[in-house]
């Protein structure tokens, strides 16, 4: 009997075991324990740090806030924009456009200069001192001329001012070192803004006045030489019944005549109203929530910013806690290469610092 013939099996390879380099909860404890002492004082070095700035460092400041919004009544001129426009008088527009812009001119120069001239009481500065002085050279001597401090107390004062669109009102939110600072010079914004409303509201009723005034001027040279010309007609043509092209000349020149008396009465209407808008006191900034001092002070925050510092001081101790343990636990080439890092980053701080570059001859 013949013997089974078996292929040729490959030779087999060794079977290798590798230990993989894993590391367990017990080694993350065991490195915090052995640096506990870092864990401990790091944190509380950047608390204590915390707490001393925002104690001793970081002033106080307190917001007070006030809702407002805009007259939404229209004026008088507005309404009868669409009644003269029916007769072919174009008004310039009013100053209804300006409600909706109180971002942009509360945090406008402008509004900023002028608030700069207004007086207030506070704690700090005594009575009846000029908020350009508060805001900028306080009690001591300016030493740059009214422009600079001008410039600088605006950009000082539009960075103390919040104004968020809530709809149709708006949240006017002013940051101060005194409470009862903070209420004022919010209650003093408003007042500033309606007078630049009043201001730029009279100024456009103004142009206003005298565009009617010359267009009835205008209109009125017109009417007179149409009803001329009507009476003109009618003297020259007393028997017109029998002649189309006389009536509709007549009924040309009635018709042009009634439509400039038509005009010029919408234009003595609307002169008369606009003289009593001219001078119509009406608030056009309304107040819903006026504005009143803190009872408490909104920055800093310090019980947060003390627990945000701890927080963050232990996670910079355990980091500095594994880096430790790595390169105790390094080789003589690791450690070198550790040293060889710490010196270039040594020497790289250095050369950035002014005062440590050498000096070239």
């Known amino acids: 009997m013949d ?3 078996y292929p040729p099996q490959p030779p087999q390879q060794p079977q290798y075991y590798y230990e993989e380099d894993t590391i367990s909860l017990s080694d993350i404890l065991l490195v915090l324990a052995k640096q506990l002492k870092l864990l401990i004082i790091t944190p509380l070095v950047f608390g204590v740090i915390t707490a001393f700035y925002v104690l001793f460092m970081v002033g106080p400041t307190y917001v007070s806030s006030a809702k407002i919004m805009s007259s ?10 669409g009644l003269a426009a029916q007769f072919g008088v174009a008004v310039p527009g009013g100053s209804e456009g300006a409600q909706w812009v109180y971002p942009e001119i509360v945090k406008s120069r402008t509004l ?5 001239k207004r007086k207030f009481d506070t704690e700090k500065y005594g009575p009846q001192k000029s908020l350009l002085q508060i805001l900028t050279y ?19 004062l539009i960075d103390m001012i919040e104004i968020e669109s809530q709809g149709s009102f708006y949240n006017l939110s002013v940051s101060t070192f005194e409470p009862q600072f903070a209420a004022d010079l919010c209650a003093v914004l ?5 007078r630049h409303q009043r201001a730029y509201k009279t100024e456009k009723v103004k142009e206003t006045r005298l565009f009617i005034e010359g267009r009835i001027v205008d209109v009125q040279k017109e009417l007179e030489e149409a009803e001329e010309a009507l009476k003109d007609f009618v003297d020259r043509n007393r028997q017109i019944q029998g002649s189309p092209a006389l009536l509709l000349e007549q009924q040309r ?14 234009l003595k209407q609307q002169l008369e109203m606009t003289k009593i808008d001219e001078v119509k006191e009406s608030a056009l900034v309304q107040v ?12 800093p925050k310090r019980k947060l910013s003390v627990l945000l510092s701890l927080i963050l001081g232990f996670g910079f101790a355990v980091v500095v806690a594994f880096v430790k343990e790595y390169a105790s636990n ?16 040594k020497s790289n701080i250095a050369d950035l610092l002014p005062f440590r570059k050498k000096k070239q001859f």
């Open 3 to 5: 013997e089974q013939q």
């Open 330 to 345: 390094s080789d003589d080439e690791e450690k070198g290469k550790l040293r060889e890092i710490t010196e270039l980053t």
């Open 112 to 116: 900023a200069k002028s608030v700069l």
């Open 288 to 299: 819903l929530d006026p504005p009143e001092a803190p009872l408490y002070r909104d920055k």
């Open 253 to 266: 020149l009635t018709r042009e005549a009634s439509v400039l008396t038509g005009v010029f009465t919408t």
């Open 190 to 194: 408003i007042e500033e803004l309606d």
């Open 138 to 156: 306080g009690d001591e001597e300016p030493t740059v001329s009214i422009d600079t401090l001008e410039i600088h107390g605006a950009n000082a």
């Open 72 to 81: 939404s009544g229209g004026s008088s001129t507005s309404q009868l924009q």
